[in-house]
C-alpha cells in the first residue's frame, strides 16, 4: 500500500491561492506519476493536473494559465500551486498516484480517466469565498 499525506486546502477568497502538496512513500516504490482529481458535491470527478515520472504535465483546461503543479523526486512530493482561484474551484482535491513498478520503467495517468489511478489520497477541502 502506498501511504499518501496531503496537505493544504482550506478556505481563501476568489482570486486567491493555494497549495497542496502530497507526499507518497512505500518500502519499495520510488518513483510515481502524481496528480490531483477534485470532486465538488453533485459533480463527477474531475482530473485536475498530472505529472509523470519522466516530466510530462498535464492540465485540465479550466486550470491552465493558473495552477502549476511541481514535484520534488528526492522526496516523492508533489506540489499544486493554485491561483486566481474561482468559485468554480471549490471542490474535494484528492492526490491520486501511479507508482512505477518497474525499476526504470514508466507510469502514466489520464485526467480523463480516474480508474486508472492506483492509489488515492483523502482529500483536502478547497474553498473559495466570493
Known amino acids: 500500500q502506498v501511504e499518501l499525506v496531503e496537505t493544504g486546502g482550506g478556505s481563501v477568497q476568489s482570486g486567491g491561492s493555494l497549495r497542496l502538496s502530497c507526499a507518497a512513500s512505500?518500502?519499495?516504490?520510488?518513483?510515481?506519476?502524481m496528480g490531483w482529481f477534485r470532486q465538488a458535491p453533485g459533480k463527477e470527478r474531475e482530473g485536475v493536473a498530472i505529472?509523470?515520472?519522466?516530466?510530462?504535465?498535464y492540465y485540465a483546461d479550466s486550470v491552465k494559465g493558473r495552477f502549476t503543479i511541481t514535484r520534488d523526486n528526492t522526496k516523492s512530493t508533489a506540489y499544486l500551486q493554485m491561483n486566481s482561484l474561482k468559485p468554480d474551484d471549490a471542490a474535494m482535491y484528492v492526490c491520486?498516484?501511479?507508482?512505477?513498478?518497474?525499476?526504470?520503467?514508466?507510469?502514466?495517468?489520464?485526467?480523463?480517466?480516474?480508474?486508472?489511478?492506483?492509489?488515492w489520497g483523502k482529500g483536502t477541502q478547497v474553498t473559495i469565498a466570493s
Open positions: 512505500h518500502h519499495t516504490y520510488s518513483e510515481y506519476c
Open positions: 491520486a498516484v501511479v507508482p512505477v513498478y518497474t525499476p526504470g520503467g514508466y507510469c502514466a495517468m489520464d485526467l480523463s480517466n480516474p480508474d486508472g489511478v492506483d492509489y
Open positions: 505529472i509523470e515520472n519522466d516530466g510530462s504535465i
